[in-house]
């Protein structure tokens, strides 16, 4: 038992429980249309909260500063106390169980709430990749696939606990997740590099459980959408996925068990060796020092500044210091591509109960959507771990390239949202989510190859800076203000003023048809400026990224077998 709690497969187990309830921030589609009708927002309104809940998920330089002088048990504290209090006022507002707040205080809450999500993920990435460091491309897909799991998840938990009412899911989000990082809070820790040699074969059975979850997750969300569910089917939907959630908790008591029986083998004693003694020479006499001794004085070395260290970067894949890191041009060419991609694709997503509102889709079919993207989210992470990681193994293919192709494909989905046909908007949430999620991981991933480890948990969370400005940009200012201005056109033409209307809809597919035709070109751009990353780091993906980490994992086994001796 206790081998099986201290040891890094347990850890794994909590880490993947942990970011399988992280991921509120992606049920906005949810429960936004219940904060727009109760509190009277607008489009633009209900964009600007959806812009402030992605500044909150994507502001994470307070947590990996926090984590560079604290240990990682404080880490999942505080973001399960931001958890907690963030998504328990928006809760308090929706019922009118406080005064109705003003728009910049649901704008703080959401942010709060929201920013939570960084602590979990720099808790919990940070040690797993330092953990597991040769497989950080599948480790990482692998958590990151469970963040997105997390909205198919926890749509299914709170059917099953409060029914169909969207309010009670912000009350489910603000204690359910903070519940979890403290039931595991001493489990998520630093460890000894070491290798197993059936690693990558527990790691594909991880991969075979997350996507037993989200298959069966699609099916049951087609279902709910084909036929109206009771509650008791509600309960044994959501109590079938927790227990596919429970697998990996089988899977680290057998390698724990193994692990504990090779610790118990004795040890062969080594094999005799026969030495054999030479004769001693005689000492010779100690050479005298020379009668006129030359000294010598060491000058001192000139220290250089600030600036001059900045600019005087390492090798790529070597430890970056933070202000280098952020410095280089590398890291500029990322902010692009995040710019582009994640800010982009999260309008999408924020935007989604509302596109399928605008094409005349019930609200059945849209929370349908909303799955789909949580899904086909994961699916996109998993998939850049596991196929990025397969592909520079054995073809040294650069991630930074399987990022432009992601970015390309993104494209196409908005352009599919611009110009709908019948089903297109399916195709258009599977496209969108699956190119999130994959961005997400690969953007992690490159951070952690091009500079180092050592600075981890601070460079991660500055390389997403840019996704929150995008959404700003794409939400608020470009998709917003023309959704706003095509449903005043609408109401002009049936002779009404705003002040008519509680809530303004705009409907039909021109409500989104430019906005999205902007996005396209946004994407596309950002896929020719991700070309330069790739132009840049191609020589350093050809060579052996990982050879410095298999030294240490090597070093490490030494040491363990002398010690058990």
Same mark, same amino acid.
């Given at each position: 038992?206790?081998?099986?709690?201290?040891? $890094?497969?347990?850890?794994?187990?909590?880490?993947?429980?942990?970011?399988?309830?992280?991921?509120?921030?992606?049920?906005?589609?949810?429960?936004?249309?219940? %904060?727009?009708?109760?509190?009277?927002?607008?489009?633009?309104?209900?964009?600007?909260?959806?812009?402030?809940?992605?500044?909150?998920?994507?502001?994470?330089?307070?947590?990996?500063?926090?984590?560079?002088?604290?240990?990682?048990?404080?880490?999942?504290?505080?973001?399960?106390?931001?958890?907690?209090?963030?998504?328990?006022?928006?809760?308090? *507002?929706?019922?009118? &169980? /406080?005064?109705?707040?003003?728009?910049?205080?649901?704008?703080?809450?959401?942010?709060?709430?929201?920013?939570? !999500?960084?602590?979990?993920?720099?808790?919990?990435?940070?040690?797993?990749?330092? =953990?597991?460091?040769?497989?950080?491309?599948?480790?990482?897909?692998?958590?990151?696939?469970?963040?997105?799991?997390?909205?198919?998840?926890?749509? !299914?938990?709170?059917?099953?606990?409060?029914? =169909?009412?969207?309010?009670?899911?912000?009350?489910?989000?603000?204690w359910f997740p903070a519940a979890i990082s403290i039931f595991f809070v001493a489990t998520i820790r630093p460890m000894k590099i070491?290798?197993? +040699?059936?690693?990558?074969?527990?790691? +594909?059975?991880?991969?075979?459980?997350?996507?037993? #979850?989200?298959?069966?997750?699609?099916?049951?969300?087609?279902?709910?959408? @084909?036929?109206?569910?009771?509650?008791?089917?509600?309960?044994?939907?959501?109590?079938?996925?927790?227990?596919?959630?429970?697998?990996?908790?089988? /899977?680290?008591?057998?390698?724990?068990?193994?692990?504990?029986? !090779?610790?118990?083998?004795?040890?062969?004693?080594?094999?005799?060796?026969?030495?054999? &003694?030479?004769?001693?020479?005689?000492?010779?006499?100690?050479?005298?020092?020379?009668?006129?001794?030359? !000294?010598?004085?060491?000058?001192?070395?000139?220290k250089s500044s600030c600036c001059a260290n900045i600019c005087m970067t390492p090798d790529r894949g070597e430890d970056y210091g %933070?202000?280098?890191?952020?410095?280089?041009?590398?890291?500029?060419?990322?902010?692009?591509?995040?710019?582009?991609?994640?800010?982009?694709?999260?309008?999408?997503?924020?935007?989604?109960?509302?596109?399928?509102?605008?094409?005349?889709?019930?609200?059945?079919?849209?929370?349908?959507?909303?799955?789909?993207?949580? /899904?086909? =989210?994961?699916?996109?992470?998993?998939?850049?771990?596991?196929?990025?990681?397969?592909?520079?193994?054995?073809?040294?293919?650069?991630?930074?390239?399987? #990022?432009?192709?992601?970015?390309?494909?993104?494209?196409?989905?908005?352009?599919?949202?611009?110009?709908?046909?019948?089903?297109?908007?399916?195709?258009?949430?599977?496209?969108?989510?699956?190119?999130?999620?994959?961005?997400?991981?690969?953007?992690?991933?490159?951070?952690?190859?091009?500079?180092?480890?050592?600075?981890? *948990?601070?460079?991660? =969370?500055?390389?997403?800076?840019?996704?929150?400005?995008?959404?700003?940009?794409?939400?608020?200012?470009?998709?917003?203000?023309?959704?706003?201005?095509?449903?005043?056109?609408?109401?002009?033409?049936?002779?009404?003023?705003?002040?008519?209307?509680?809530?303004?809809?705009?409907?039909?597919? @021109?409500?989104?048809?430019?906005?999205?035709?902007?996005?396209?070109?946004?994407?596309?751009?950002?896929?020719?400026?991700?070309?330069?990353?790739?132009?840049?780091?191609?020589?350093?993906?050809?060579?052996?990224?990982?050879?410095?980490?298999?030294?240490? *994992?090597?070093?490490?086994?030494?040491?363990?077998?002398?010690?058990? $001796?």
């Amino acid at each position: 038992m206790v081998q099986m709690i201290r040891g $890094r497969w347990f850890m794994m187990f909590a880490s993947f429980v942990i970011m399988a309830g992280a991921g509120a921030t992606y049920l906005f589609g949810t429960y936004s249309k219940a %904060i727009k009708q109760t509190l009277g927002y607008t489009q633009t309104t209900l964009n600007l909260l959806g812009f402030f809940k992605d500044l909150g998920s994507n502001i994470g330089v307070f947590s990996g500063l926090i984590a560079e002088v604290t240990p990682t048990w404080f880490v999942l504290l505080a973001g399960a106390a931001t958890n907690f209090v963030g998504y328990f006022m928006i809760w308090l *507002a929706v019922t009118a &169980k /406080i005064p109705k707040p003003k728009v910049w205080q649901m704008c703080l809450y959401i942010c709060i709430g929201a920013n939570s !999500q960084n602590f979990a993920n720099t808790g919990v990435l940070v040690t797993c990749l330092k =953990n597991f460091p040769e497989s950080r491309g599948i480790m990482l897909g692998l958590l990151k696939g469970f963040t997105g799991l997390s909205g198919a998840f926890m749509t !299914q938990v709170y059917l099953a606990v409060y029914g =169909n009412d969207s309010k009670s899911l912000l009350l489910l989000i603000g204690w359910f997740p903070a519940a979890i990082s403290i039931f595991f809070v001493a489990t998520i820790r630093p460890m000894k590099i070491v290798r197993g +040699y059936n690693e990558i074969r527990v790691f +594909y059975h991880f991969l075979y459980v997350a996507l037993s #979850i989200a298959f069966f997750s699609m099916v049951v969300t087609i279902l709910q959408k @084909q036929f109206k569910f009771t509650h008791a089917e509600y309960v044994a939907s959501a109590a079938t996925i927790s227990c596919l959630l429970l697998i990996p908790l089988f /899977i680290a008591i057998r390698e724990e068990h193994y692990l504990w029986i !090779q610790k118990k083998q004795p040890v062969k004693p080594p094999t005799a060796i026969a030495i054999e &003694k030479l004769p001693l020479e005689e000492p010779k006499a100690p050479a005298l020092p020379p009668s006129n001794p030359i !000294q010598i004085k060491e000058t001192p070395k000139p220290k250089s500044s600030c600036c001059a260290n900045i600019c005087m970067t390492p090798d790529r894949g070597e430890d970056y210091g %933070i202000l280098q890191a952020l410095f280089s041009i590398d890291m500029l060419l990322i902010l692009i591509a995040t710019f582009c991609g994640l800010g982009t694709n999260l309008t999408a997503v924020d935007n989604m109960g509302q596109i399928g509102e605008s094409l005349g889709y019930p609200t059945l079919t849209i929370s349908t959507f909303v799955s789909l993207i949580s /899904i086909w =989210n994961f699916c996109g992470r998993v998939f850049a771990g596991f196929v990025s990681e397969i592909l520079l193994e054995k073809l040294s293919f650069p991630r930074p390239l399987m #990022i432009a192709a992601v970015l390309f494909l993104s494209s196409i989905g908005h352009l599919l949202i611009a110009f709908p046909r019948p089903g297109t908007l399916y195709v258009a949430s599977v496209i969108v989510g699956f190119c999130y999620g994959a961005q997400l991981t690969l953007l992690y991933t490159v951070i952690s190859e091009l500079f180092g480890l050592k600075h981890y *948990a601070t460079l991660f =969370n500055c390389g997403q800076l840019a996704s929150p400005l995008g959404s700003y940009v794409f939400n608020v200012m470009v998709s917003g203000r023309l959704y706003d201005k095509e449903a005043l056109k609408q109401l002009a033409q049936k002779g009404m003023t705003r002040d008519s209307v509680k809530e303004l809809t705009c409907i039909g597919q @021109q409500c989104y048809q430019l906005p999205f035709i902007i996005l396209a070109a946004v994407a596309l751009f950002g896929a020719i400026s991700t070309l330069i990353l790739v132009m840049r780091t191609r020589k350093f993906y050809k060579g052996d990224i990982y050879k410095r980490f298999r030294e240490e *994992a090597k070093a490490a086994e030494m040491e363990m077998t002398l010690a058990s $001796r």
